[in-house]
């Protein structure tokens, strides 16, 4: 169900282009020890009473040098005076570095150096409160989904959508009465937000696997009244026969219905030609009358909220998620859907450290480093996760959680289907 609020989209912020800064300014600094001797009986007196003695040397050393002072501020700790100052246009930085270096008045010169806060310039990534309470960022640090791919079987995706236009490396219509409404359709849109929205872009969010490759095979499409979604087994076969061509690494199924001997053959197939499969579970309905998820060959997703638990079931955040609308817009988006998306990039983040992991591998590694939530329930831990696969720990993604719990592996074995919640 989409959320009332929504947020608007907006075009990426202009930005002051400047790619000669750090090569056009120069830090150094002058000693001024015998004028700080306050230091002895702490930080006393004002800043100006330990420049002044200083002014007249460092106006001969810019002027012998030919910089062009720009700023000046004491370090009193080291006891120096600190200066910031700009080359002349057409000096090289690093013959100017060298001089003042080979000057005895300089106590030391270095260039000017950028830095980056380690956090996302994306202005709606507050809102997310589920992949930054999973620590998100340091996460990244380890793995961000570069060289995996994800196929989404699903309605079409807004292709321009800024946080996923340079994502998206493939997409096909098998929906053949909805030919036009591919790039306005919401659910697609919404799951691969979840998967692999751009981050520090400037612009809303952050996907779970933000460099990921993504692939769009539309098999649903959208009433335009009711705006809700609908498949059928024609479109779903398709769809999988063009999944079998372009072997994605994962395949995201956010969508259940009931059996079909035609759907669970080309699954089985691109099973065992490696490719990771994930698949939302129905959570109106019980666990065996969940299809593909059932299948022993899927990872079978939900949410903490089903009325249905299986042992089976990988359960992980699907309420209130942000995530891409069409029109470069944003919306809140709830159920297993948005779980599965949610696990798909995670698979993503694994299997860009560990490329052979299988589906079965990546099940097992999800619930054994399960957490328990307030509820007691075991849910998807996204640092265990990839520190599995990074063969490492880096306990900087760590979250608070209580123990890690073992969920037994899934038993038991139905042409429309419909896309999950």
């Known amino acids: ?13 202009t930005r002051l282009v400047q790619q000669d800064i750090y090569t056009t300014k120069v830090l150094f600094t002058v000693s001024v020890r015998a004028e700080y001797s306050a230091l002895a009986s702490g930080f006393g007196g004002s800043a100006d009473s330990y420049t002044a003695p200083a002014e007249q040397l460092i106006g001969e050393i810019i002027e012998a040098h030919d910089l062009e002072k720009i700023s000046q501020f004491p370090i009193k ?22 001089a003042l270096a080979q000057d005895g008045r300089v106590e030391s010169v270095q260039s000017i150096r950028p830095y980056k806060l380690l956090t996302y310039n994306d202005p709606y990534f507050a809102l997310q ?36 236009n340079r994502n998206i490396v493939y997409s096909e219509n098998h929906v053949a009465h909805d030919q036009g409404a591919f790039d306005l359709d919401e659910h697609g849109t919404a799951v691969a937000g979840v998967i692999g929205s751009a981050a520090n872009n400037d612009l809303g969010i952050v996907g779970v696997a933000p460099d ?42 956010s969508l259940a219905g009931p059996h079909d001997p035609i759907i669970e053959r080309l699954l089985k197939i691109a099973s065992r030609s490696g490719m990771v499969l994930v698949a939302a579970v129905d959570e109106s ?20 909220l089903s009325e249905a638990g299986h042992a089976g079931v990988i359960l992980a955040p699907g309420t209130d998620l942000l995530t891409t609308a069409p029109g470069a817009t944003y919306g809140f988006k709830s159920g297993s859907s948005m779980a599965t998306a949610y696990v798909s990039g995670i698979a993503a983040l694994m299997k860009e450290k560990m490329p052979a992991l299988t589906s079965a591998q990546i099940r097992d590694s999800l619930q ?54």
């Not at 006891?79 to 100017?96: D, H, K, M, P, T």
């Open 1 to 13: 169900m989409l959320a009332i609020a929504w947020l608007a989209g907006c075009a990426a912020p």
């Open 77 to 98: 700790s080291m006891a120096v005076e600190a200066v910031v100052a700009r080359i002349r246009e057409g000096a090289s930085l690093e013959e100017v570095i060298a």
């Open 129 to 164: 409160n589920t992949v930054s309470g999973d620590r998100i960022e340091a996460i990244h640090r380890i793995s961000t989904g570069k060289n995996v791919s994800v196929g989404i079987v699903d309605t079409g995706v807004d292709r321009w959508h800024p946080e996923l």
């Open 212 to 253: 990921v490759s993504l692939m769009v095979f539309k098999a649903c499409h959208q009433e335009i009244a009711s705006r809700r979604t609908a498949c059928d087994s024609a479109s779903i076969i398709k769809a999988l026969t063009d999944v079998l061509a372009q072997q994605p690494d994962i395949l995201n199924l």
């Open 285 to 304: 309905r019980p666990f065996e009358a969940s299809f593909p998820a059932r299948m022993e060959e899927v990872i079978a997703v939900g949410t903490t």
């Open 368 to 421: 054994l480093s399960a957490r328990l939530d307030e509820n007691e329930l075991p849910v998807v831990d996204m640092c265990s996760a990839v520190n599995f696969a990074a063969s490492v720990s880096h306990p900087s993604c760590d979250r608070a959680r209580s123990m890690a719990v073992r969920v037994p592996e899934p038993t038991g074995p139905t042409s429309s289907a419909e896309l999950a919640n």
